[in-house]
């Protein structure tokens, strides 16, 4: 399916992790996250959907476990994908472009 080149890609992200590594109880998504990312090529509306255990008896209880490609994308609390933060890095070291340029 194809969407228009001026919309957001929309990206589902699931923790990965299907039981608890405490209590062996299956966990359960307990959060949907979202957030936009700006890449190279495109624009991101990425959802994230966390996990956590349900059991009472758990020794960790409060742990959310989450989807390992976020981190792949962008750096947390970044609208920018890691592509843009290391192209400026590139541009900014190797070719002695100023920050503002």
Do not use: W
């Not at 608890?20 to 624009?43: D, G, K």
């Not at 994230?48 to 792949?72: G, I, T, V, W």
């Amino acid at each position: 399916m194809s969407h228009a080149s001026n919309e957001p890609r929309k990206v589902i992200f699931t923790a990965p992790q299907q039981e608890c590594p405490f209590c062996r109880a299956s966990l359960h998504i307990s959060q949907h996250r979202q957030r936009t990312v700006r890449t190279m090529t495109e624009e991101l509306d990425l959802t994230m959907r966390d996990k956590k255990c349900p059991s009472s008896a758990c020794p960790q209880p409060h742990l959310r476990y989450r989807s390992p490609e976020e981190a792949l994308i962008a750096i947390p609390h970044n609208q920018f994908g890691l592509d843009v933060v290391l192209e400026i890095g590139h541009l900014r070291f190797h070719q002695r472009l100023s920050f503002p340029r």
